[in-house]
């Protein structure tokens, strides 16, 4: 992903440390998600209650909704050990093998990305989230057979910004699925408060409330855009964020009222002026902007989509008319071009 841009799913560079001051560690700290929150405090006391670890938890949704967070927080909630890893660092059996056999007693194990685990590493892991077993080969050859090792009872918790890419199999051993949605302004006002009082920036109320209108529905934009916002209030005001520091700081980073940014906006109008307001394939796309087609559609899409400004066919993507409104253009233009060839 281009981690050069402001609003990329990604963490860059040491934000990983601030954001542990911001990250809520308990589901009441977890802004928004109402729902999925109830839910989830419901599986977790029921499992406390038991003794019993938590079913297995399949998490999906678009980079920055909370995936990661989540995790850590059903471990602290049921009040165990967290083991993370993600799929790519699990290369060889005995890596998958060496953490499973050391956690203890109800662990959250925590695979990140599990869409891009390695068969052999996936039909391991089958068992061991069934039958809490592992099936180990031991010897070489023709006297090599293999023998079950028992580990702890665990709950794993597989993560992903690709649902469809993760195999049934896989997806029908998990008991309980939580699909992370976009947020709702008030809910994204309300992580921006929280963040701003944990990290002492001063913000006045229509100042968080016009950031929470171009987060892209996502709370780790939203922080990001508030750090940002932290600087120009120092340097250019008196150190309150307020509605003109916003109104020009995003004008300066060149976030519109809906939260896009120029490379989304390249997109639309790619599509709008070089493929005649689509559809165009992804991948013919994301080399057109220049753009991985991973964060192409893993980040820019979903928001692009969600927003209603561009939809998914199965020939490819396709501009709306809010697309041609919004960037000024004509649409009748393509329509007649359209007839004419
Ligand atoms: N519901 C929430 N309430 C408050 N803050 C949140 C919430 N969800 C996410 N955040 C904040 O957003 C940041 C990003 O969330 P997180 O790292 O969990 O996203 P993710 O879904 O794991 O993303 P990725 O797919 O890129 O791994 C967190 O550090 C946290 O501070
Ligand atoms: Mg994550």
């Given at each position: 992903m281009d981690g050069s841009s402001l609003l990329s799913g990604e963490l860059i560079g040491d934000e990983e440390k601030k954001e542990n001051i911001i990250r809520p560690r308990l589901l009441e700290d977890f802004q928004g998600q109402e729902k999925l929150k109830e839910n989830l405090s419901i599986y977790i006391q029921a499992a406390r209650e038991r003794g019993e670890p938590l079913d297995h938890v399949f998490l999906s949704g678009?980079?920055?909704?909370?995936k990661t967070t989540l995790a850590g927080i059903m471990a602290n909630e049921l009040g165990v050990e967290s083991r993370v890893t993600s799929a790519p660092a699990l290369d060889k059996p005995k890596d998958l093998a060496g953490l499973l056999t050391t956690i203890s007693p109800r662990t959250v194990f925590f695979i990140d990305e599990?869409?891009?685990?390695?068969p052999a590493i996936e039909e391991m892991l089958y068992i061991a989230m069934e039958d809490y077993e592992l099936d180990w080969i031991i010897g070489q050859g023709p006297s090599a057979r293999t023998i079950r090792i028992p580990v702890p009872p665990f709950t794993l918790v597989g993560a992903t910004?690709?649902?469809?890419?993760?195999?049934s199999p896989l997806y029908t051993r998990f008991g309980i699925t939580v699909r992370l949605e976009f947020y709702s302004p008030e809910e994204l006002q309300s992580i921006i408060e929280r963040s701003a009082d944990l990290m002492e920036i001063r913000i006045k109320k229509e100042a968080s409330a016009q950031l929470s209108r171009c987060s892209r529905g996502t709370p780790r934009v939203a922080n990001r855009i508030l750090r940002r916002m932290r600087d120009f209030a120092q340097v250019q005001g008196d150190g309150t964020v307020t509605t003109s520091i916003v109104k020009s700081s995003l004008e300066r980073l060149e976030i519109d009222k809906y939260g896009l940014e120029k490379l989304d906006r390249e997109i639309l109008n790619t599509i709008i002026t070089k493929y005649s307001g689509g559809p165009v394939g992804a991948e013919t796309l994301a080399i057109s902007v220049g753009e991985g087609i991973d964060s192409l559609e893993d980040f820019y899409e979903p928001y692009l989509i969600q927003q209603g400004f561009i939809k998914r066919t199965n020939r490819g993507r396709v501009a709306t008319a809010l697309a041609y409104n919004h960037l000024g253009l004509d649409r009748s233009d393509n329509e007649n071009q359209g007839l004419l060839f």
């Open positions: 678009p980079p920055g909704l909370g599990i869409h891009r685990l390695k910004t690709k649902p469809g890419r993760v195999s």
